[in-house]
């Protein structure tokens, strides 16, 4: 199977504070990662996509500055939210798409809740 | 802008009986459909795909209709279970990435 493992499944931290969330996938190799995020019976949001070795392509309206993306390695993405405010509580999944497979669908992680008092 | 919409938010169902989940899209670009399963604080699983050549693809109880034209997919579950109470999402892709593009999901209730 493709395994994608998002670590911490949970984290509260105080506003004015950074998280950093991990996205590993376990057992494929995957040069691009994206990051989602999901309000309360929302749907899924893509926020950006995380390239290997070159710098992540954001989609409209996301702050580059403030969800720091760094693929580090071909099993690796991180997201760091700087600077954390309330309004950036919320569910962040990740995922990721086996490399050298076409028409292949996303896995993803299970999720980090990140709640900012 | 909704690319991909999911217009009912919640079905229920009788246990045994099938289930259709609809969706549709706008994006005449989008040449790979999938349906995701989701349960609360998870990731979401992937249940069951198809390309636009095809107008059907079927997996134990799982189908998926798409109809081109129509810009029209859906998935019928049948039969129906309890255990499979959880909301769906629709998505596509399609041009020169790899991103999905969700749907806004419909909540699942089978009822025993």
Known sequence: GAVVSQHPSRVICKSGTSVKIECRSLDFQATTMFWYRQFPKKSLMLMATSNEGSKATYEQGVEKDKFLINHASLTLSTLTVTSAHPEDSSFYICSAIKDGTSNSPLHFGNGTRLTVT | ?112
């Not at chain 2, 999911?6 to 790979?32: A, H, K």
């Not at chain 2, 795909?49 to 109880?61: A, L, P, V």
């Open chain 2, 1 to 112: 802008d909704q690319q991909v919409k999911q217009n009912s938010p919640s079905l229920s169902v009788q246990e045994g009986r099938i289930s259709i989940l609809n969706c549709d899209y706008t994006n005449s670009m989008f040449d790979y459909f999938l349906w995701y399963k989701k349960y609360p604080a998870e990731g979401p699983t992937f249940l069951i795909s198809i390309s636009s050549i095809k107008d059907k693809n079927e997996d134990g109880r799982f189908t998926v209709f798409l109809n081109k034209s129509a810009k029209h997919l859906s998935l019928h579950i049948v039969p129906s279970q309890p255990g499979d109470s959880a909301v769906y999402f629709c998505a596509a892709r399609g041009g020169a990435t790899n991103k999905l593009i969700f749907g806004t999901g419909t909540l699942l209730a089978v009822q025993p």
